[in-house]
């Protein structure tokens, strides 16, 4: 259905709207109505932040409904779960258990259909965040086949995404897929006489990565200096041997002792248990000197350990910034990371750690609406240019699937599938040349390379001129198919065809000049077909420009 | 462990060999910085993400260090008998190879390739007194994987601008090359610091070669492609709305710029008679830049650095199932990409070397090791002054002198040191080593000997 119908039928309805594309001059309102302050377009820039890309629909729900109450709708809806999905499509599949690449690509398969058709956009696209901070990969050996547990994982983010910063940090250090892939899962106490150390990985990076980082911060993100203006490191190698033991003693949720290996579904996704003769029981120091006394279990010390960690100073500052720099800007202000900061630190209730507060502030915040500047917004997660793209136009896979499973040779990034536990970028690159000229983070442009950037133009394009590239079932790409109904039916209007696609894919940020540009195009493509020529190449022009790859 | 007989075994192989006829002989390179026309140099950096094990790669064989060995390593320890032998010239006592290794042992024995013991982020010379002490400067966040592969790849990290000094020695030495805009380095295995100056960028490709633009070619017979490609490229000249759009367009324009003319040259490249290893991904990275120097001179290039990557080596479990795969890709991947650079008959013109973030704990945490320091690494190539050891090999001993707690052995050669030997051969003069190597004057040797 065409925007203008859609429109006209809201109202018929008793609904009320502001004139398409309007800059939010509100109207009559009947009997109990949402408060309607926001234009198409407003509505359009904020889905591009909130969801995977927005849709007609979504762009007259979030109208209708505004800001406040639609985050309300969406924190309200349920999980849509990949591990229940990916299970009955490895059970239709039927798979041998030698099939480990069609079983990953299937996995992957899940991902792209909960993120394009899901319900629970916005808990997704926080989930997205977060499975970029607290990593875990595939491309790690002892995870290369667990499809189900990385599934999993994914859904357990998506479960906390609204929750509590602690539970989430709990939850994730006792997942089997995170034991295996910073192997804290079979970590045992220290062994003297045979030079064994507990291992230290996991003490590190949940530090150094899931929690607090390397450098003292303030309030607002930036670094605490000393008197010699020098950074001050949170933590030294002697708090790492100490963490390292308290993450001692654990192993998959099912098995029967320590020291054993074997696995099966279960253990990939029930959290780990401990087994106390191999956990370190002796006195600890944490950070800031804090003592957790001998003789505690490992589920106590572990308690003790993450609580430690959860009322650092630093916790605020560093998971807010992330998140502001992953769902909204690249560069946030000190203020605007500031003000997330203390509703980080207190929801207003007394608590701490409440993400959907944080989320919320995030999206809701006076700079974040304001969206202004040139150094503004970020350079968008390659994955997002595709779920923006297949979204707006309902893509259908061949099969009925979507598959792009070989994004990380064509975009540099697949999901929960990173080089390492650093993810596929780090939020404070600064790409060389004039981005750090002008000092400002730019974290995507660090996979942004000349050979990047010329296969993902290209696979665009495969998208949207529904090219045959080779197919199968277990291929690593389908074929994609995409609706423009919509669109073809303003073919003959250049300018209503390239208004109608600013919206839907750019939030109406589309500058003038790259506006007649496109139009010209249209104009000058001759109308003898049913227009899909013309539809083609307005979309493809704009998902492959400039100004798309950055959502602002 | 008889520490004194250790010591005195382990001296600086460096001085024992034939450093300074090295140091000497590029003497005569000071100021050489425009080099003759059928002058070429290649320096290939192949990255080992993670963190190598590296004193499971070499490992002394003699009975006492051996045993030291043993003791520190217990059950990560490669068993004596494993071990492939190697005979280095003058280094005292023996030696050998991991046994995933035979590749390297050959080319070592051949005099194709140098060890370089021990080799780490260091500032000053460092001491276990001093490191204890904390009265040395000390590279940042030493044990931190991206801090360290930033610190290997630039030297000097704490300043707002990082670069490499890969990236360094570009700026230095950009003129040499031809002006088809293409960057003196090139990277198969993404951006990173260490091909980064202050002008100069690493140029992108993929191991599978460089992609064209489809359906965008502004000369195509077609007037749709004509129209859109017109299009495509007025967006990428249009007054930029943001700074990020801004720079999109350029690295979209750069890529443009040359994948034509890569795309070519490499198409006219007669294929190599050396296969490199299938299904490893260092082969496959090694094979597209073996093509690329196949058309130096098409390209105009003289000076061309490298930058190639091999992941996974962050063994904190499994380490004995995991190490010996890696180690057998990389030593594979080395030996064909020697034999094509022979095939190709420009040996002596490339080294290549490896680099990684740091070495690894000796001890065990029960199934791998955790981050350590310092570690070897390998120099190859027909101007290395092969089969020796450089540097000093480290005392294999927990809570020894080197220990900086749990066998993370504090490094007796700067990394530094490391490059400013290669950066020599490259062509850098003794003031451009200096500028390059930012902590090389805190060292006495500045050149380690391992290149002719």
């Known amino acids: 259905m065409l925007r203008v119908a859609a429109l006209f039928f809201a109202i018929l309805l008793g609904m009320t709207a502001c004139s398409g594309g309007g800059s939010g001059g509100s109207t009559q309102t009947t009997a109990e109505p949402p408060a309607l302050t926001i234009s198409e ?94 990593v875990i990969s595939d491309e790690e050996a002892a995870l290369r086949n667990s499809v189900l547990g990385i599934a999993n994982y994914n859904d357990l983010l998506a479960e906390y995404a609204f929750g509590n910063y602690r539970e989430l940090l709990h939850a994730v250090t006792l997942n089997p897929m995170m034991g295996d892939f910073l192997s804290m899962r079979r970590n045992e106490k220290a062994d003297p006489e045979n030079n064994i150390s507990p291992d230290e990985n996991y003490a590190r990076e949940v530090m150094q990565l899931f929690s607090i980082g390397l450098w003292e911060l303030n309030l607002d993100g ?84 993450l609580d430690n960690i959860f009322n650092h100073a630093n916790v605020a500052p560093f998971i807010s910034k992330q998140l502001i720099q992953h769902l909204v800007t690249s560069n946030p202000s000190p203020e605007y990371v500031e003000r997330i900061t203390t509703i980080f630190e207190d929801n207003g209730s007394g608590e701490r750690g409440d993400l959907k507060r944080v989320v919320q502030a995030i999206f809701l915040d006076e700079e974040a609406l304001a969206a202004e500047g040139f150094t503004f917004g970020k350079l968008k997660d390659p994955l997002l240019k595709v779920t923006q793209l297949w979204r707006a136009f309902e893509a259908e896979g061949e099969f009925g699937v979507l598959r792009f499973g070989d994004s990380n040779n064509i975009l540099g990034q697949r999901p929960l599938g990173a080089p390492s536990v650093f993810n596929f970028f780090r939020p404070d690159y600064q790409h060389p040349g004039e981005l750090q000229n002008m000092g400002i983070n730019s974290p995507a442009f660090e996979i942004l390379t000349e050979s990047l950037i010329t296969t993902s133009t290209n696979v665009l394009a495969d998208f949207v001129y529904g090219a045959r590239t080779r197919t199968g079932k277990n291929a690593a790409r389908h074929p994609v198919l995409l609706d423009f109904t919509d669109e073809l039916e303003l073919s003959d209007d250049p300018e209503g065809l390239v208004d109608h696609v600013n919206l839907l894919l750019m939030g109406g940020l589309m500058s003038d000049e790259m506006k007649a540009v496109l139009i010209e195009n249209v104009t000058e493509t001759p109308l003898d077909d049913d227009g899909t020529r013309r539809v083609q190449d307005a979309v493809f022009l704009t998902v492959s420009s400039p100004e798309f790859s950055v959502q602002r | ?92 006592g023996t ?32 001491s276990r007194t001093s490191f204890e ?44 090359n031809g002006e088809t805009g293409l960057s003196m380095n090139v990277t198969i295995a993404g951006s990173n610091l260490w091909q980064t100056g202050s002008a100069t960028l690493p140029y992108s490709i993929g191991a599978g070669g460089v992609q064209t633009l489809k359906g965008l070619n502004s000369a195509a017979s077609g007037e749709r492609e004509r129209r859109r490609a017109d299009a495509f490229n007025a967006m990428l000249t249009s007054s930029p709305t943001s700074a990020f759009g801004q720079e ?50 098409a390209l105009g290039m003289k000076r061309q650095t490298f930058f190639v990557s091999l992941g996974g080596w962050d063994t904190h479990s499994d380490q004995l199932e995991r190490q010996p795969i890696l180690i057998s890709r990389l030593s594979q991947g080395l030996h064909a990409f020697s034999q094509a650079m022979e095939e190709l008959g420009i040996g002596n013109e490339v080294t290549t070397f490896t680099a990684s973030d740091f070495g690894r704990t000796l001890t065990s945490n029960g199934d791998g090791s955790d981050h350590g320091w310092g570690g070897h690494q390998l120099i190859m190539g027909g101007a290395v002054n092969g089969k020796e050891i450089y540097g000093n090999m480290p005392i294999i001993e927990i809570e020894g002198p080197q220990d900086s707690g749990r066998g993370r052995i504090i490094p007796t050669t700067a990394i530094d040191q490391m490059g400013a030997t290669l950066a020599s051969w490259f062509g850098l003069g003794a003031s451009e080593l200096n500028e390059v190597f930012p902590n090389l004057k805190n060292f006495s040797i500045q050149n380690l000997g391992f290149m002719r």
């Not at chain 1, 890309?53 to 209708?64: A, C, F, R, Y």
């Not at chain 1, 319900?119 to 989930?127: M, P, T």
């Not at chain 2, 050396?274 to 690329?292: H, I």
Request: overall charge negative.
């Open chain 1, 41 to 134: 377009t407003e509505a359009a820039r904020f889905l591009l932040r909130a969801t995977f890309g927005p849709t007609e629909e979504s762009i007259d729900n979030l109208v209708l409904l505004g800001y406040e109450s639609w985050l309300d709708e969406q924190f309200a809806i349920p999980t849509t779960l990949q591990l229940a999905k990916l299970t009955a499509t490895l059970e239709a599949a039927n798979l041998e258990a030698n099939q480990g690449n069609a079983k990953r690509l299937r996995r992957v398969d899940t991902w792209w259909d909960v993120v394009v058709n899901g319900e629970d956009q916005l808990r997704q696209r926080v989930a997205f965040a977060l499975s970029q901070i607290f």
């Open chain 1, 222 to 305: 930036t670094r605490k200096l000393d008197e010699d203006e020098q950074p001050i490191p949170t933590f030294t190698y002697y708090e790492i041997l100490e963490f390292a033991r308290v993450y001692t003693g654990w192993n998959y949720g099912n098995a029967p002792r320590l020291r054993f290996s074997r696995r099966n579904a279960e253990s990939e996704v029930i959290p780990m248990t401990s087994f106390e003769d191999f956990h370190d029981r002796d006195l600890k120091y944490l950070l800031g000197y804090e003592l957790i006394p001998a003789g505690l279990d490992a589920p106590e010390d572990m308690n003790a350990a």
């Open chain 2, 1 to 92: 462990m008889k520490r004194r007989e250790f010591l005195t075994r382990s001296i600086q192989a460096a001085l024992a060999g034939s450093s300074m006829t090295a140091t000497l002989g590029h003497l005569s390179l000071v100021n050489a910085m425009v080099p003759p026309a059928d002058d070429y140099r290649a320096l290939v950096c192949v990255f080992l993400f993670g963190g190598n094990d590296s004193y499971n790669m070499v490992v002394p064989s003699g009975g006492l260090e051996y045993e030291a060995y043993a003791d520190a390593r217990q059950s990560l320890a490669v068993a004596a008998e494993d071990l492939v032998s190697i005979n280095p010239l003058t280094t005292a």
């Open chain 2, 95 to 126: 030696f050998g190879f991991h046994p995933s290794a035979p590749e390297l042992a050959d080319l070592f024995n051949d005099n194709k390739l140098a060890v370089a013991a021990n080799i780490g982020a260091l500032v000053e010379p460092t």
């Open chain 2, 133 to 176: 002490n904390g009265n040395i400067e000390l590279p940042q966040q030493l044990f931190s994987h991206n801090d360290q592969q930033k610190y290997w790849q630039s030297l000097n990290t704490n300043v707002a601008k990082p670069t490499g000094w890969a990236g360094r020695m570009a700026d230095l030495l950009e003129g040499s």
């Open chain 2, 248 to 297: 999109f367009a350029r690295v979209q324009q750069r890529s443009i710029n040359l994948a034509d003319l890569i795309a070519d040259q490499i198409a006219d490249v007669p294929p190599l008679e050396t296969q490199f290893p299938d299904g490893n991904p260092l082969g496959g990275s090694l094979s597209m830049v073996a093509r690329l120097i196949a058309a130096r001179e």
